[in-house]
């Protein structure tokens, strides 16, 4: 693949794939891709173009399988306006499948995990819950088909909304939430910027029916793993609830964005946000640190 790079941009690129997280083939290649565009979108970028990554059992699954989750990668990919440009496969026994994706970004104008600053206000685009629901799938709950389609709405719908107000405001901070969850990367995000981040948890948006199942015991291990790394250097309000809490570091896939919004600049970023039918959940501030106090406080 050979590509014309515009005058005055920069290249971002990466890489995501994992297994299954539904059951239906073309929502996985969708949800996939999504998933790894946010990554560009996350720093106010543009997918240019993208190569698939295929790991397949040919011998235990028939081809329409991989054809329908090729299809759903396509679709997203489309969507975002990059242009799908082949990729690789290999023989596996376990079903994975992910992109490469390269972008284009102002090199003097894109957003990242260092750039929130005192006083700059959180919003998040999309509601916490995917790891949660995704393990209710997988153990074929009574009610797995409507799960599946409300994971699906939530994990293949693409953050461009969230991209185009990184890029057209001018935001210096923000990140996806993946599979650190969000309590995971607001801890990373407050880490790199070397502030503090309260989070209200009364505004954080949960997807219906997540909280059920995680106290069903459907907290997937890799949010139980996110909680036990992370909670010893968060602070905690006293009395609040552990499964709100748990969710807090549920493991995303194809998650939000969380972004840092100057006070001056919230009115116009909901407005954006919303217009475009996404969420702008107003979910925590940025504050200066005190001391060796932690980055994060649950409150």
């Not at 029916?209 to 291990?221: F, H, I, R, T, W």
Request: proline fraction near 5%; aromatic fraction near 6%; glycine fraction near 12%.
């Amino acid at each position: 693949m050979v590509l014309s790079i515009p005058s005055g941009k920069a290249l971002v690129q990466t890489v995501d794939f994992f297994t299954p997280i539904v059951n239906d083939p073309y929502r996985f290649g969708r949800i996939a891709a999504a998933n790894a565009l946010s990554d560009v979108y996350a720093m106010g970028g543009t997918p240019w173009s993208t190569m698939n990554i295929v790991c397949f059992p040919i011998k235990t699954l028939p081809g329409t399988v991989l054809t329908d989750i090729l299809r759903g990668g396509k679709d997203a990919v489309e969507e975002a306006g990059a242009v799908p440009s082949g990729g690789h496969s290999v023989e596996d026994d376990e079903l994975k499948y992910g992109l490469a994706v390269t972008g284009l970004v102002d090199p003097d104008g894109f957003a990242s995990n260092r750039g929130v600053r005192p006083g700059d206000e959180l919003l998040l685009t999309k509601p916490i819950g995917t790891g949660v629901l995704a393990t209710a799938v997988k153990g074929e709950m009574s009610d797995a088909d409507a799960m599946e389609e409300l994971l699906f709405s939530v994990s293949g719908r693409l953050n461009k909304a969230g991209g185009d107000v990184i890029h057209e405001l001018g935001l210096k901070g923000a990140t996806d939430i993946t599979g650190f969850g969000l309590g995971g990367h607001l801890l990373e995000l407050a880490e790199a910027s070397g502030v503090a981040i309260d989070l209200r948890i009364n505004t954080v948006p949960f997807i219906d029916g997540a909280y059920d199942m995680a106290s069903m015991g459907m907290l997937p291990a890799g949010s139980i793993c996110n909680r036990d790394f992370y909670l010893p250097k968060v602070t905690v309000a006293s009395g609040l609830d552990e499964i709100t809490r748990d969710l807090v570091f549920d493991a995303q896939t194809s998650g939000g964005l969380l972004l840092a919004v100057a006070p001056d600049k919230m009115d116009e970023a909901i407005r954006m946000l919303e217009e475009a039918g996404d969420l702008a959940a107003h979910v925590g501030t940025a504050r200066r640190r005190d001391g060796d106090e932690p980055h994060l406080a649950l409150v």
